[in-house]
């Protein structure tokens, strides 16, 4: 007797579903630079029509991580693609570029149409928000790879910038300012500690009850999806001279900051200097972790860090906050190294 694809716990049809169901939602990304559509082998991206005298192209990827444990509790799938494509377009816009196309891919043991379908909703609406095109795409049905009713997602992001217009940190000198753009939450990361404070199973009573300090459900805080900084920051940069850009992602201030220095300078944050938003109050009363803990485990309250001559402050907040961002001077670049929390 033969044993068929099926039998092994793949269903082709369920994959053909699933492709009809969120092919709305990728073309709804599509632009005058997209060639062809949904179904080829790979993805075609024009970038005939970019006035650059020396266009480089600048790629990052990531994943959600254990975040994804509370869309599966909840049963929620809708915002989750969003966080995929904030991950990669907030890391490349750091170096000045302009999203062009996402790539995302989807993992699961038995594969709902429906849920894909949504997931990828959401990938499309963080590539509406960031400017950029979903072009193409993985969804792999893997039998006994991942619990029932569990996925992963990762995503891919390609950028383009004017060569002499990369940002890059090289010109960043002691005594530059440093302006804070508030995040929308705990964004994609520390999502492994944030699991053992809160829990992540149904029977922890603290996720869907309504928070007198949160303002909200615990559960709906803690999947709000992580805010896309793309059109803000390429406004910005036509306004003011940035000298760099931090994404705060895993190891939060301490790790991300550093790394857009040269050698020899260091920064200053005053924690007093932006409002706190209250879950991080929380996570660190539950943790009982030190500043310098917790400021090296999540974004506490800022997504983004620019870097700009001092002279520039009050235009730099004034063009973010025209964009709809909340923005703060939050401290300062001394000779050194690292970052020190006051």
């Given at each position: ?89 907030n890391?490349?816009v ?10 995302d ?25 960031a400017?950029?095109a ?5 969804t ?14 990762a ?17 960043i ?10 995040s ?34 615990v ?38 900051i ?24 929380i996570?660190?009363e ?57």
């Open positions: 007797m033969a044993i068929s694809y099926q039998d092994s716990g793949v269903d082709v049809e369920r994959g053909y579903k699933a492709v009809e169901l969120m092919k709305k939602h990728v073309q709804s990304t599509f632009n005058a630079n997209v060639l062809g559509d949904i179904g080829s082998f790979g993805g075609f991206y024009s970038i005939a029509g970019e006035k650059m005298a020396e266009p480089v192209l600048v790629a990052g990827t990531d994943g959600v991580g254990t975040k994804l444990k509370y869309a599966f509790l909840a049963n929620r799938h809708d915002t989750i693609g969003i966080d995929a494509v904030a991950m990669c377009v890391d490349i750091c170096q000045g570029a302009k999203p062009l196309f996402f790539l891919y989807f993992a699961t043991g038995k594969l709902s149409p429906e849920v894909v379908a949504t997931v990828v909703s959401g990938v499309a609406e963080g590539c509406r928000q400017g950029c979903l072009i193409g795409g993985e792999a049905e893997m039998p006994g790879f991942y619990a029932d009713g569990e996925y992963d997602i995503g891919f992001a390609v950028g383009i910038v004017d060569k002499k217009e990369i940002i890059n940190g090289s010109s000198r002691p005594g530059d300012a440093l302006v804070g753009i508030a929308s939450g705990i964004h994609s990361n520390g999502y492994s500690l944030v699991r053992r404070l809160f829990g992540d199973s149904g029977n922890s009573h603290d996720l869907d009850r309504y928070d007198d300090r949160l303002k909200d459900k559960l709906n805080v803690l999947l709000t999806p992580t805010k896309i900084y793309v059109r803000s920051i390429l406004s910005l940069i036509q306004k003011v001279k940035v000298k760099g850009i931090a994404h705060i992602t895993g190891g939060g201030f301490i790790e991300n550093p790394r857009i220095f040269p050698a020899g300078v260091g920064c200053t944050v005053r924690k007093d200097s932006y409002p706190l938003p209250e879950i991080f109050r996570m660190q539950r943790s009982e972790l030190t500043d310098a803990q917790i400021y090296n485990t999540f974004n506490m309250g800022i997504g983004m860090v620019v870097c700009v001559d001092k002279k520039d402050v009050a235009a730099t907040i004034a063009a973010l906050e025209s964009t709809g961002e909340r923005a703060y001077e939050i401290g300062e670049t001394i000779e050194g190294k690292g970052v020190t929390i006051q």
